[in-house]
């Protein structure tokens, strides 16, 4: 049976000199997914879409896209689309021409090429009047979807993706965002992103990768990412955690337990679960849909509660510092990480 | 009108002022006086336009032609070499780079007339380089490639050349690498990437280098009054002739109205060619 992968990485390495960039990376990338690389600046993840896409070569380890080794192949027979960082448009053709780039080098017939630079920017919803500016006279969410079209029109089955949305505004990146899956969907390309923006990457992809120090860490659907991470660095970029070790039935004390902020239970309704502990609020800042409490236990355990600003609990008596409150942990929200960061990976 | 920032321009104003402006205002007035006839350097109170007519026959229009022509050759191949060198630069690691920089410039800081005369020596019909020639059987007879055109070409490029290549070096250097890398992930090979990428972003600075080498080129002195031939000289060496050797002060004040002339009309042109190739004008946004 042919495997259903579109790309496969066997352990990776790259560095210039010093300290190298990419340690042992291998994964997977199923054919028709959409695979965000999560992790901080720095951790390789950029380096590791460039060695995809063949800007980079590895020092060692191989890159296989359908099937076929392409390691050493250069980018121009790769055929992968890419859109970067700043998007990269050519600064001297209009939006139309930087969208036909690919067929013009390809030889396209004139008549196909326009319809389909007419159609993919119909796709992405650019205005004919928009056509043909230069990119300097674009808006920023204008030049996104310009890149965005020129890295699909040749039809790639692999979209790499580097913080595409990472030089928008709030508003616009989470339009973006939406319409950015819906044309993976639509079009039926394989995707790779890279961001730094958990949210960002829960919100659109089928599986995240977390990675740190050149290493990745975990890969899973963004549930799996989130509620059952395998390191504790995992746990707390994937969104905020409360991370400690303590003694519970069936878990052992070496192993730090984890339970997000949203799951711990506060006030009079935590005295239906088992664990449910007297406590001291230290603080508590409003987030709009949410407020976010700082607490700590009579026992010295200090916690994260996340309440919804519309809860009874805020309404009937005011959250405030200093306040005596209930703290209930439900066990089955309790997730006990079973691996460590290792030595060498900064959290 | 806030008068302050104008006042950061007033050293620079007035250097050009009494030094440039003036001087031009009064060669172009004894380009119309009449020659000298015995004493000074002209006659004073005399109109003529007789210095400005001499330039229309044969020997003065061969004389604009080919300070022209000089020109452009200038401009042409220090561009051809001074563009694939930014290029090499470009790709230099930064701890190279300095060296390379550092040896570009290093001809500079040499006297124009060592270098040109160390050129008349190296290339001369005695020179090392045609001893080396004839020793290995390459050519029978000396090349002659001092007292020419190629020798003053040579000697041109060699003065000319470090300012292009820091010139096209700064101009390529604004162009983000990114976008060549893009382009070949789009599927151009790299005479495509060159061709449709590299080339096009490059144009501006190709014509300010062909424009410094065409001023430079036209106004050349010392490597064609050293290195050229005394028949077939610029414009410049020329004036210098009329003026110091015939004492045709009139005349010399004539051919330097002239010389200015053509290369404005010249700087023009090319700045056209360039509004007309890239669609956009020289020296504007990008």
Known sequence: MPSSELVRLADLNFG????????DVSLDVPAGKFLTLLGPSGCGKTTLLKLIGGYLKPQSGSILLRGKDVTHTPPEERGIGMVFQNYALFPHLSARRNVSFSLDVRGVAKSERDDRVERML????????????????????????????????????????????????????????????????????????????????MAISDLVGVMNGGKLLQIGSPREMYHRPLTPFVAGF???????????????????????????????????????????????????????????????????????????????????????????IPSHALWQIPGSDGEGIST | ??????????????????????????????SFYQPANGRGFFTPGTWTLANHSALMDAHGLGLVGYTIAFGTMIAVVVVMVSFPLALFLRSLHSSLLRFAIAGITLPKFASVLVILFGLQQLLGDTGPVNRMLLTWGIV????????????????????????????LFVQVLEMDPILESSARGLGASRWQVFRRITLPLSMPGLFLAGQLGLVW?????????????????????????QAFEYGRWPRSAALSVQLILAIGICLAALTFLHNKVSGRPLGGDR
Do not use: W
Not at chain 1, 16 to 23: D, E, Q, T
Not at chain 1, 285 to 298: H, R
Not at chain 1, 310 to 320: A, E, F, L, Q, Y
């Open chain 1, 16 to 23: 210039y000199g010093g300290a190298p960039l990419l340690r």
């Open chain 1, 122 to 201: 119909d796709l992405v919803g650019l205005t004919k009047f928009e056509r043909d500016r230069l990119p300097a006279s674009l808006s920023g969410g204008q030049q996104q979807r310009v890149a965005l079209a020129r890295a699909l029109v040749f039809r790639p089955d692999l979209l790499l993706l580097d913080e595409p949305l990472a030089n928008l505004d709030r508003h616009l990146r989470d339009q973006l965002r939406n319409q950015l899956r819906r044309l993976q969907e639509e079009t039926g390309v394989t995707a790779v992103m890279v961001t730094h923006d958990q949210e960002e990457a």
């Open chain 1, 238 to 328: 994937m969104g905020p955690a409360n991370i400690f070790s303590a003694d519970f039935p069936g878990a052992s004390r070496e192993k730090p337990l984890m339970i997000r902020p949203e799951q711990v239970v506060l006030g009079e309704e935590a005295h239906h679960y088992s664990r449910s502990v007297p406590a001291m609020i230290l603080s508590a800042s409003f987030l709009g849909p949410d407020m976010m409490v700082q607490v700590t236990t009579n026992a010295g355990l200090s916690l994260m509660v996340r309440v919804r600003s519309c809860d009874s609990i805020v309404h009937g008596r005011d959250i405030r510092p200093g306040q005596e409150i209930r703290v209930g």
């Open chain 2, 1 to 30: 009108m806030n008068p302050r920032p104008y006042l950061l321009a007033g050293p620079a104003a007035t250097l050009l002022i009494g030094l440039l402006v003036c001087p031009l205002l009064l060669v172009i007035r004894v």
């Open chain 2, 140 to 167: 029978s007879d000396p090349l002659r490639m001092m007292r020419g055109l190629f020798g003053a070409l040579i000697g041109e490029v060699f003065l000319i050349l470090p300012y292009a290549v820091i010139l």
């Open chain 2, 217 to 241: 080129g036209m106004g050349a002195f010392l490597g064609p009054l050293l290195l050229g031939s005394p028949e077939n000289t610029t414009l410049s060496v020329e004036i210098q002739r």
